[in-house]
C-alpha cells in the first residue's frame, strides 16, 4: 500500500491512513505500506536549499530531501501502534533498497527481501520510506527523483512477490481520459499494462512510465485508488483477451512540449545520429520525429521536447551548426500531443483513419503523426487541446453513459 | 566548532556560521562542525508526533527527530561549498558514534575516528549532526538527549584529539552569575572544569554537566562562546595554579527545585538506602540530602527534586509507606537553591562563614546546607533568589567594576 503526499498531508490523513492499515491486517492481509513526504515538505526543504546555497550539492540535497520521508513513516508507525498494529518503521536504506551512486535521480538496482521479509514474518507492517535508497558502492542515502514513491512501492513488491501493489492517490484510478478536460470520462475498471505505459508516456499523470515498466516486468498487478474514499479503483494488470474487444481504452493528451524544426538539412549518413546523440548527451528527451522525403540532397527534420528543454535544445542545435551546416531552425509552443490508446487496435483495423476524420471534421490539422501497435499520436494546434481530446473520447464510445 | 539550534535557526544564520567555519579554515584551522537542528524544529517534530499518537514510541520518536539535524548538516554543507570550503555532511551514525540502544536518551559509548579523520585528512570540513548516533547492538539510529548536541561536540573533540572544542551559543561566555538576575555579572575568561561542573549542576545552564564531565575526562579545552560576535568567549580548561587566587567564581541559582520531608522516621539501619534507590528506580534524581540526629529512635529526612518530579516523588513515597512506617510527609515548593563556587576555597577559609553572614545581614533564614570540596550549596525561601544571589555576587567580589 502506497500512500503519496497528499495521503499523508496531514495528522488527520496520516491517522486515517493508519486506519485504512488497520482494517486491511485485521481482515487478514499481510501489508507494507511505502510513504511519501507530507505534501509541501519536499517543496519546503528545496526552497531552505535555494536559499542558503546557488548551487545545490546533489549528495547534500540527498541527505536534505530523504528527510521528508523519514518524518512520514515514523508517524505512521506510531499512529499504528496507538491503534494496537505492530508496526515500524524503515527508511530506504534499512529496508534494503539498493540503488545507483547517481544522487538525485538514482536508480533502483536491487531489493534485498530479507529484512521486509522478517517484519511480514514477524506479524509487523513494515513502514517504508519511498523515494530513497542507499547507493550500493559505499551505502549513501540517494533518492530516485520524481514519482520515486511508486517505483519504491512496485519495486518491492516485485521483491517480496506481493499479490499487488495499491496505489493511493488523490483520485479514485485512471480514467479515459482527463476529467477536467473530458467531463464525460470514465475511471476504468481494468487496463493493460501495455495501455497504461503508452497513456502514461502520452500525458496521462496518474502514474509515471518507471514505475508501471518495473510493475509489468515483474507482473506485479498494480491497483490506484483513492486515499480518500473507498471505491474500488483502477486494476493495471496483464493483458487478458476480453480487453481486445475494447478498441480504444483511453484519449490522453500533453499541452507540454514544443516543437522544433531543422529546415534544409543536407541529407547525408549519420546527420540525424549526431543531432539525436548531442541532445541526449545533454539529457534533452526527445518524444516525436519525423523526417521527410529528400529532395535535392536537402532535408527537414521536425521533432518534440518538452517545454522546459526548448532552450537548451536550441542552444545545442546551435552549437551544431558548423558541423551539420543546417539552413534555418523554427521552434513552435503552441502545440498538443492527442494520442489514443488500445489493445484492441491490433485485432480492429480503421482507428487511425476514424481518429483523421474526427479531426478533419471538426476543422483540426494534422502535424506530425506517431503510431505503436496499441497506440496514435498527433500534433495539432495547442489551442485544440480539448476538442480534439473530447471528439476523439465520443467518437470511440467511450463517454460516460449517465452523462 | 558546535553550532546549537539558534545559531543555525535562518538561512541567514546558517550562512554567518559557513563564513565563521570558513575564516577559520582560510587562518590555517582543520576544523569539524557539529549542528543541532533549526530551532523550533525538534519541538514541530515532537509536537506533530503528539497529535498523531496517543503513546509515543520511542525508537520511531528517534527515527523521526534525528531528521531535524539532518536538515541541518545537508544546508550547512551547502552553504560551505557555495564559499569554495570542500564539506560533507555526516549523520550520527556516519560519524562513527555508537551509542547505548536506550532509546531517546541514548549514551554515546564510542566513536570511531575514522569517518571523520578521513575527512580532515582529505581537507574537508566534516558537519556531523549533533545528538545522535547508532546503536551498537543493531545500527538503529539513536538520540542523546537533552543536551546531546554539545556531548556529540565533546566526545568527537576527545576521539580525534582536538585542540579545542567550540560551543557556539546566544551568550558570548559563561558569566558569574546569570546577567538577567544580577545585572552586574561579568564573564569569566577562564574556569577549571571543576568549577564548570559544580556550577552547571548549581543550575548555571550555558553548558550541562555531562558535556563538561566528559570534556574534563578527556581533557579538552572547551571554549564557550557567541554564534553573533567575534568576542573570545569562556575558556574551560584543567586548574592551573593563578585560578587559587580567585575564591569564588561563580554564583549559581536554581529556583525550580522542591523540597521533601518525611518526618518521624524509625531510625533503623536501611530506611534511607529504601528510599532513595526506590526514588532512583523511579527515575527521579535526588539532589540535597539532609538527616537529622536522631531523638529517640525517630528521625527526619529532608531532600530536594525537581520540581516536575515532585508529584511522582510524594507518590512514590507513600507508597512506601507501609514498609518504612513514617509519620508525617511534608513538601515546600517555595524554595531556591543559592550556590558559590571556587578552587580557591580549597586554600582559603572562611569562605562558608562569609557566606551565611551575608544571608544572615539580608535577613535570609538558611533551610538546608551541602557543601563539596570548592562549593557551597544553601536553601533559602524562592523570593529571596535575586537578592541572595546579588549580595553573594557582591561580597565575594564579582561584581564588575564598570557597573
Known amino acids: 500500500m502506497k500512500f503519496g503526499g497528499t495521503s499523508v498531508g496531514s495528522v488527520e490523513r496520516i491517522q486515517a491512513v493508519a486506519r485504512r492499515i488497520h482494517d486491511r491486517v485485521k481482515s487478514g492481509d499481510r501489508v507494507i505500506a511505502v510513504c511519501s513526504a507530507m505534501s509541501g515538505e519536499t517543496n519546503r526543504l528545496i526552497e531552505l536549499a535555494d536559499q542558503v546555497a546557488d548551487r545545490a550539492i546533489d549528495r547534500e540535497m540527498d541527505v536534505l530531501l530523504s528527510t521528508g520521508e523519514q518524518v512520514s513513516i515514523a508517524l505512521v508507525a506510531m499512529a499504528l501502534s496507538d491503534l494496537g498494529v505492530p508496526a515500524r518503521s524503515y527508511t530506504g536504506p534499512q529496508a534494503g533498497i539498493s540503488t545507483t551512486s547517481a544522487h538525485t535521480k538514482a536508480r533502483i538496482r536491487n531489493i534485498d527481501p530479507q529484512p521486509l521479509q522478517t517484519a511480514i514474518d514477524a506479524g509487523q507492517v513494515a513502514v517504508v520510506a519511498g523515494f530513497q535508497g542507499a547507493n550500493s558502492a559505499d551505502g549513501e542515502v540517494t533518492t530516485l527523483g520524481r514519482g520515486g514513491s511508486d ?58 512510465s518507471r514505475s508501471v515498466e518495473l510493475a509489468m516486468k515483474a507482473n506485479v498487478p498494480l491497483v490506484v485508488r483513492s486515499s480518500f474514499s473507498d471505491a474500488p479503483g483502477t486494476w493495471v494488470t496483464e493483458e487478458v483477451s476480453e480487453m481486445e474487444d475494447i478498441v480504444v481504452s483511453g484519449v ?24 539525436f546523440s548531442t541532445l541526449a548527451a545533454e539529457n534533452i528527451n526527445v518524444d516525436m520525429i519525423i523526417q521527410n522525403v529528400s529532395t535535392d540532397g536537402i532535408t527537414d527534420l521536425t521533432f518534440t521536447v518538452s517545454e522546459t528543454d526548448l532552450d537548451r535544445a536550441v542552444a545545442t542545435l546551435e552549437s551544431l551548426k558548423p558541423d551539420i551546416n543546417w539552413g534555418r531552425l523554427e521552434t513552435d509552443q503552441s502545440i498538443a500531443k492527442i494520442s489514443v490508446v488500445g489493445v484492441g487496435m491490433r485485432s480492429h483495423a480503421g482507428v487511425a483513419a476514424k481518429m483523421f476524420q474526427t479531426l478533419a471534421d471538426n476543422g483540426i490539422n494534422i502535424q506530425m503523426i506517431s503510431t505503436s501497435e496499441i497506440k496514435i499520436s498527433v500534433i495539432v494546434e495547442r489551442k485544440y487541446t480539448e476538442l480534439a481530446a473530447r471528439e476523439l473520447h465520443s467518437v470511440f464510445g467511450l463517454d460516460s453513459p449517465g452523462s
Open 151 to 208: 517505483l519504491t512501492a512496485v519495486a518491492i513488491a516485485a521483491a517480496i512477490k506481493a499479490d499487488a501493489c495499491e496505489i493511493y492517490t488523490d483520485v479514485d484510478g485512471v480514467y479515459t481520459c482527463d476529467p477536467n478536460v473530458v467531463p464525460k470520462a470514465r475511471k476504468i475498471d481494468r487496463i493493460s499494462f501495455e495501455e497504461m505505459l503508452e497513456l502514461a508516456s502520452s500525458g496521462a499523470k496518474v502514474l509515471q
Open 252 to 275: 490522453a493528451y500533453n499541452n507540454k512540449e514544443a516543437k522544433v524544426s531543422l529546415m534544409d538539412v543536407p541529407d547525408q549518413p549519420g546527420i540525424a545520429s549526431s543531432v
